[in-house]
């Protein structure tokens, strides 16, 4: 198994940019693919975007290209953590953010129910 820690959620300013980090434990992590997802109040999770540890493929969801080249994906394989920079955040991106984990046997998924590991979310909040 993988255990996985989220940090870095926050209060933030329309405009304002936060780095998100998932901590990986457990298992060798570079036997997974790491997804994050977020979830507003009243709604689904939704997909953001996916990475390998290794870094050779990464995706990012297209969902209303709201997130596009906005938010991006980098990792520290040394302390096991992967990151989420997001910038000129909006009222809009106000969610409890996850991150999970997936069988690196698996191909890359932007579906909730294909990460069978989550971490807790931390909440990110965005004023206006």
């Known amino acids: 198994q993988v255990q996985l820690v989220e940090s870095g959620g926050g209060l933030v300013q329309a405009g304002g940019s936060l780095r998100l980090s998932c901590t990986a434990s457990?298992?060798?992590?570079?036997?997974?693919?790491i997804g994050w997802f977020r979830q507003a109040p009243g709604k689904e999770r939704e997909f953001v975007a996916a990475?390998?540890?290794?870094?050779?493929?990464?995706?990012?969801?297209d969902f209303g290209h709201s997130m596009k080249g906005r938010f991006t994906i980098s990792r520290d394989n040394a302390r096991n953590t992967m990151y989420l920079q997001m910038n000129s955040l909006k009222p809009d991106d106000t969610a409890v953010y996850y991150c999970?984990?997936?069988?690196?046997?698996?191909?890359?998924?932007?579906?909730?129910?294909?990460?069978?590991?989550w971490g807790q979310g931390t909440q990110v909040t965005v004023s206006s």
């Open positions: 999970a984990a997936r069988s690196m046997r698996l191909p890359m998924s932007d579906e909730v129910g294909g990460y069978g590991y």
């Open positions: 457990g298992r060798t992590f570079n036997n997974y693919r």
């Open positions: 990475s390998t540890w290794s870094g050779t493929r990464t995706e990012y969801s």
